[in-house]
C-alpha cells in the first residue's frame, strides 16, 4: 500500500511503513514541509496514496468538501512514538485496507478502529 505521512507524524512512521514492505512517503520528502493541509491532501489523491495523519483537520476538509479521497488515517489518543504509531497502523492493516483502497476515514485509537466511508456524507 502507499502511504503519504503529514508533517503531524514524523519521518521515522513513513521509513518504518517501508520497512514492512510499503511505499511510504513523507511530505517532507516532496518539499510539503508547511504546506496548507488541501495542498497535502491534493498531493496524496493525485499520487494515489492513503494519508496518515495526527490532524484532524484532514477528516474535516473530506467532510466539508465531500471529497472522494484520498484515503486518510488518523491517530487519536495513540501512542506518541513513531515506532508505536507503525506498528499500531501495521497490526490493523488488515483490517482496514480494503476500506482505505475504496475510500475512508480510518481513525485509529490504542482501543478502537473507526472506518466511516467516503465522500461523508451530511448526517441529518
Do not use: C, W, Y
Not at 502507499?2 to 514492512?20: N, P, T, W
Not at 510499503?22 to 491534493?42: F, K, N
Not at 493525485?46 to 476538509?61: K, Q
Not at 501512542?79 to 480494503?98: F, M, T, V
Request: hydrophobic share 45%; glycine share 10%.
Amino acid at each position: 500500500m502507499k502511504f503519504f505521512v503529514d508533517e503531524s507524524l514524523s519521518a521515522e512512521v513513513a521509513r518504518r511503513l517501508s520497512a514492512a514492505g510499503h511505499d511510504g512517503r513523507h511530505v517532507g520528502d516532496e518539499g510539503l514541509l508547511g504546506a496548507p493541509d488541501t495542498e497535502v491532501m491534493r498531493v496524496a489523491h493525485e499520487s494515489g496514496r492513503v494519508l496518515v495523519a495526527a490532524d484532524t483537520d484532514f477528516g474535516e476538509l473530506l467532510a466539508l468538501g465531500r471529497h472522494p479521497g484520498p484515503s486518510v488515517v488518523l491517530f487519536r489518543r495513540a501512542p506518541h512514538r513513531p515506532g508505536a504509531q507503525a506498528k499500531l497502523l501495521l497490526d490493523n492493516l488488515p483490517e482496514i485496507e480494503d476500506s482505505l483502497a475504496t475510500g475512508a476515514v480510518v481513525v485509529i485509537t490504542a482501543e478502537l478502529i473507526r472506518i466511516r466511508p467516503l465522500p461523508i456524507e451530511p448526517s441529518g
